[in-house]
């Protein structure tokens, strides 16, 4: 079992930046952020899968998903934030089992709130 653990979430005046990080203890097949704000479903914020990368309209030109496979770390730096960013930020990673079968994970969340 991958497991993840995340870190960087705080509280920022918009136009500041933040970076999130999430650290897997194994490797990993894609990595992205999800994000849940009040009341609001859970949405795909960014994802990578080798050096592909996928974003949310919202957040292209402002976020940027990287990730270092050597130490099975994923970052997303967030640059402009905005007051509408505000979410609890949750990292996910999807890995092989012994049986080759693809497995999601997800970390504990952390709280990003962005003021105006």
């Known amino acids: 079992q991958v497991q993840l653990v995340e870190s960087g979430g705080g509280s920022v005046q918009a136009g500041e930046s933040l970076r999130l990080s999430c650290t897997a203890s194994?490797?990993?097949?894609?990595m992205g952020w999800f994000r849940q704000a009040p009341g609001k479903q859970r949405e795909l914020v960014a994802r990578i899968t080798s050096s592909v990368t996928r974003y949310a309209d919202s957040v292209k030109g402002r976020f940027s998903i990287s990730r270092d496979d050597a130490k099975n770390i994923v970052y997303l730096q967030m640059n402009n934030l905005k007051p509408e960013d505000t979410a609890v930020y949750y990292c996910n990673a999807e890995w092989e089992d012994p049986y080759y079968q693809l497995i999601d994970s997800w970390g504990q969340g952390t709280q990003v709130t962005v003021s105006s």
């Open positions: 194994g490797p990993t097949f894609s």
